[in-house]
């Protein structure tokens, strides 16, 4: 049997910042959107409906002929008087001219109509009964009890509580007539085929305009295929499952949504079939979806791992609950406005947004619009009063554009290729731009990675300040196919980018050193930069490093070497991993504080020991000949086996099957450190720290190295998950320093009981 089920208007509340649930309520209110959108009850000129106020059979009729088949028979030219008391010129004449030529309603012995008298519950019941085909066959004598029962039976008093002789309100006859729409008619059929509706069940509304450009304005996209939709369309509805009703020109003149919850996100990322979506505060989590979920996108059924690579930052993503789980998920665009770039002193206006309520989304953190910086790329989405911004700056030499330098749809950097977001970056970067190939240039990204300006190195008027990885010279084609040699720089901030710059010498003496970065006609000036005097606990939870305040999104980067003469080492770290590690001043390269006083940047010297290898030492020897030392040792290096020798020195306290950190140059150990055992019997390992008998709790590293010994003859690497929760081994845990100090489990190593 079709039916119309409750209707919902969706009221958006934030629950969170960023995830709104849209929970189902029958209510009145959803009742009379739809007696508007099929013109049964429009409600009086001031736009209300006083649903209290008692109904008139005047009103009665106009309401009954509009929820019936005779409602195209009206007209609004009628001459003559039905009744003697209905003259011909009243608003509810045409009305009770067709109710009574259609035997729904009948006048009175008189020739009255009595237009201003109140109805009754059972004269109402019995008007609808005979509208659905039922006849006084079926009501049987026992007026007017045989009417209400059967009406009670099929359902046409349902949420009603009116009582046999009361007048009833309007609300009481919206109610009948709501369910009379809701049920079959006597034959079988639903009731609201015979007004010439087509109900699609079970579809899910897609996207409009607004949310895929592809698709005309006044129409809808669904799960049926694509339909008009009226001017009244309740576009809130999107990526919700529900009824539809359709007239004959194939327009969607109300939807029911059904009652699933319906929960909308705002998307953060993409990756590995799941979609992770920002919550309050900049935090974010991944939906829980797999890889065969259903997704609507664009009008089109697919799956989730189908569509990962589309979603972009800041998408609409609604979820359908049924029962608990994820039925289904439909992506809407967001309309959001943008990339610009801030500049000093009137982002703000760039946007028509109110600075004193927007929310601020800076990579990632939840900010105040005080910490919109120069030179970041701005979006904004107006419906959610959300403003986006990122700093990411890639600077490097020009050194191609693809397909070519006229219509350039991309551009090679130091050997990384970046694609064009917006006019003005391809302006710049074209052959009628502003920077030519052979030229340092920075380009300022945007949300999705790609290029949303380019500027001069030197434009910022701001230091540069990283970690030197590289120096040395190259060779450049420029635009003129002429070939020529320069210097170059490389360092990574602390965010992790690498920037690459023409330079005035060869800097290859400060390589593994902090340097600043200064710009002289064009060309990068280096000199080494020093920590200053900054020291104490790293406190996450109250945002402290000793006294210090630490902002919110703290970029930090962790040194392995200072040696020149060394491979660059060095980790992007979290704040979360030094958490309560105490941090003295010599370990401390580099500082910044923003303008509020809070530390943003921060270089450290190997306090993680997260740049170095861990393994085990698989065999050593050393000789001694005429008092000269010589030593040999092989070592398993997280499953690569590699091999030190030294001429000059011996590692006395390593020996066979010693686990060991090492420090390792390209494909050579340099040294080999003893880690420490962990002297207390092991009781339990999870996948983030493991027990002693003594409730002792010990840290993993992330990438901890598990050796399986039970054969005795070798060490064979085995998945960290295969221990856990598994007591048929014997644990021995090693590591590296105190977790105080940063350190962590470097190496475990089994055997079977």
């Known amino acids: 049997m079709k039916k119309i089920i409750?209707?919902?208007?969706?009221?958006?509340?934030?629950?969170?910042?960023?995830?709104?649930?849209?929970?189902?309520?029958?209510?009145?209110?959803?009742?009379?959107?739809?007696?508007?959108?099929?013109?049964?009850?429009?409600?009086?000129?001031?736009?209300?409906?006083?649903?209290?106020?008692?109904?008139t059979r005047a009103q009665f009729a106009k309401i009954i002929v509009n929820a019936s088949p005779y409602k195209n028979s009206v007209s609004s030219k009628s001459t003559t008087?039905?009744?003697?008391?209905?003259?011909?010129?009243?608003?509810?004449?045409?009305?009770?001219?067709?109710?009574?030529?259609?035997?729904?309603?009948?006048?009175?012995?008189?020739?009255?109509?009595?237009?201003?008298?109140?109805?009754?519950?059972?004269?109402?019941?019995?008007?609808?009964?005979?509208?659905?085909?039922?006849?006084?066959?079926?009501?049987?004598?026992s007026w007017p009890?045989?009417?209400?029962?059967?009406?009670?039976?099929?359902?046409?008093?349902?949420?009603?509580?009116?009582?046999?002789?009361?007048?009833?309100?309007?609300?009481?006859?919206?109610?009948?007539?709501?369910?009379?729409l809701n049920s079959n008619t006597k034959s079988g059929s639903a009731y609201v085929d015979s007004l010439g509706y087509e109900i699609l069940e079970d579809v899910i509304l897609i996207a409009t305009s607004d949310e895929d450009s592809s698709i005309s304005v006044g129409k809808i996209s669904t799960s049926a295929g694509t339909y008009k939709i009226t001017s009244m369309f309740n576009v809130e509805n999107i990526g919700r499952k529900g009824n539809a009703i359709l007239n004959n020109n194939d327009e969607i003149i109300c939807f029911i949504p059904s009652d699933d919850q319906i929960t909308t996100y705002i998307a953060y990322a993409a990756i590995d079939g799941d979609i992770i979506v920002s919550m309050s505060g900049g935090y974010t989590e991944s939906l829980g979806l797999n890889k065969s979920t259903t997704v609507y996108y664009k009008g089109t059924k697919t799956t989730v791992d189908n569509i990962v690579s589309s979603i972009s930052v800041g998408d609409i993503i609604k979820v359908s609950y049924s029962r608990g789980n994820i039925d289904f998920v439909v992506v809407s665009g967001n309309k959001m406005q943008g990339p610009v770039i801030a500049n000093d002193s009137n982002w703000s206006n760039l946007f028509n947004t109110n600075n004193s309520n927007v929310i601020v989304m800076r990579n990632g953190n939840k900010v105040s619009v005080n910490d919109i910086s120069t030179y970041d790329v701005l979006y904004y989405s107006q419906s959610l009063n959300i403003l986006w911004a990122y700093n990411k700056k890639i600077t490097g030499i020009y050194e191609s554009a693809s397909p070519n330098k006229d219509q350039p749809s991309s551009v090679a950097i130091s050997g990384t290729e970046y694609s064009l977001e917006t006019a003005d970056a391809f302006n710049k970067l074209s052959s009628k731009g502003v920077f030519s190939i052979g030229d340092s240039v920075t380009l300022l990204i945007g949300k999705d990675g790609k290029i949303a300006d380019v500027i001069s190195p030197t434009e910022t008027k701001i230091n540069i300040i990283g970690y030197l990885i590289g120096s040395g010279t190259k060779n450049i084609?420029?635009?003129?196919?002429?070939?020529?040699?320069?210097?170059?720089?490389?360092?990574?901030?602390?965010?992790?980018?690498i920037l690459e710059y023409e330079a005035n010498k060869n800097y290859s003496s400060m390589v593994n050193s902090v340097v600043t970065i200064k710009f002289l006609n064009g060309l990068a000036v280096l000199s080494k930069t020093n920590g200053g005097s900054l020291s104490g606990i790293f406190d996450w939870e109250n945002k402290k490093l000793g006294l210090t305040p630490i902002a919110t999104g703290i970029n930090i980067i962790d040194i392995g070497t200072v040696d020149s003469s060394m491979n660059s080492k060095y980790v992007i770290t979290y704040p979360q991993r030094i958490n309560n590690v105490k941090i003295n001043s010599s370990n401390i390269l580099y500082y910044n504080k923003n303008k509020n006083g809070e530390i943003d940047n921060l270089i450290l010297k190997n306090v993680t020991g997260d740049s170095l290898k861990y393994g085990i030492v698989l065999d050593a020897e050393v000789t001694t000949v005429d008092m000269s030392i010589s030593s040999k040792y092989e070592c398993d290096v997280n499953g690569t086996t590699m091999t030190l020798s030294s001429s000059n020195s011996a590692y006395t306290n390593v020996n066979l099957g010693q686990p060991a950190a090492f420090y390792i140059d390209g494909t050579s150990i340099v040294s080999i450190k003893p880690l420490s055992v962990v002297s207390t019997a092991i009781t339990d390992v999870n996948g983030v720290q493991l027990e002693t008998s003594k409730g002792e709790i010990y840290l993993l590293s992330s990438d901890v190295v598990v050796y399986d010994n039970t054969k005795f003859t070798g060490y064979d690497i085995i998945p960290l998950s295969d221990i856990i929760g598994n007591g048929g081994y014997n644990i021995k845990a090693y590591y590296d320093k105190s977790e105080s100090s940063g350190g962590r489990i470097r190496v475990i190593i089994v055997t079977e009981k």
């Open 6 to 55: 409750a209707l919902t208007l969706i009221v958006l509340t934030f629950c969170t910042i960023f995830a709104t649930t849209y929970a189902a309520e029958t209510s009145s209110d959803d009742i009379v959107q739809m007696m508007k959108s099929l013109n049964i009850m429009s409600g009086y000129s001031d736009g209300n409906m006083h649903l209290e106020d008692k109904l």
């Open 145 to 180: 009890y045989g009417q209400l029962s059967l009406a009670t039976n099929i359902g046409l008093l349902k949420n009603s509580s009116v009582q046999a002789g009361t007048e009833i309100t309007r609300n009481d006859a919206m109610q009948i007539i709501y369910n009379m």
């Open 477 to 497: 084609t420029n635009d003129s196919g002429y070939t020529y040699n320069v210097n170059y720089v490389e360092i990574v901030t602390t965010d992790g980018d």
């Open 81 to 141: 008087s039905p009744f003697k008391d209905v003259p011909y010129s009243s608003w509810s004449a045409p009305y009770i001219s067709v109710a009574v030529a259609s035997k729904l309603i009948t006048g009175y012995p008189d020739s009255s109509f009595k237009p201003d008298k109140n109805v009754t519950l059972e004269e109402a019941v019995t008007v609808v009964l005979n509208l659905m085909g039922y006849t006084s066959e079926d009501f049987g004598s």
